[in-house]
Nanobody
Framework: QVQLVESGGGSVQAGGSLRLSCAAS?????TAWFRQAPGKEREGVAA???????TYSDSAKGRFAISQDNAQSALYLQMTSLKPEDTAMYYC??????????????????WGQGTQVTVSS
């Protein structure tokens, strides 16, 4: 059984940084970060496969970095140059198979409970 538990969210001013963590158990081929702001659809932020292949959304490129530990038991999202529009609930998700395209939310089978990120201007 796969379990995902996020941590590291919080409140930060625009231009600041946060590092999200996701403790993962069980087998995962691909893990990813998604986010959902009030009144908006869930959107993919970044994904990483077991062999380290990464994918970023256009809004995350150049500002966010996804990484994992060698055992794929922890997933991270380093967020820099945060903007108010990054405010959302951030979710960790995983799948035991390849997902194509990597940020297609409905292809992920396992989800964490989410961690809130709030960026003030």
């Amino acid at each position: 059984q796969v379990q995902l538990v996020e941590s590291g969210g919080g409140s930060v001013q625009a231009g600041g940084s946060l590092r999200l963590s996701c403790a993962a158990s069980g087998y995962n081929y691909i893990t990813a970060w998604f986010r959902q702001a009030p009144g908006k659809e869930r959107e993919g932020v970044a994904a990483i496969t077991r062999n380290g292949r990464t994918t970023y959304s256009d809004s995350a490129k150049g500002r966010f970095a996804i990484s994992q530990d060698n055992a794929q038991s922890a997933l991270y999202l380093q967020m820099t140059s945060l903007k108010p529009e990054d405010t959302a609930m951030y979710y960790c998700a995983s799948a035991p198979h390849n997902v194509d395209p990597p940020l297609r939310a409905n292809e992920y089978q396992y989800w964490g409970q989410g961690t809130q990120v709030t960026v003030s201007s």
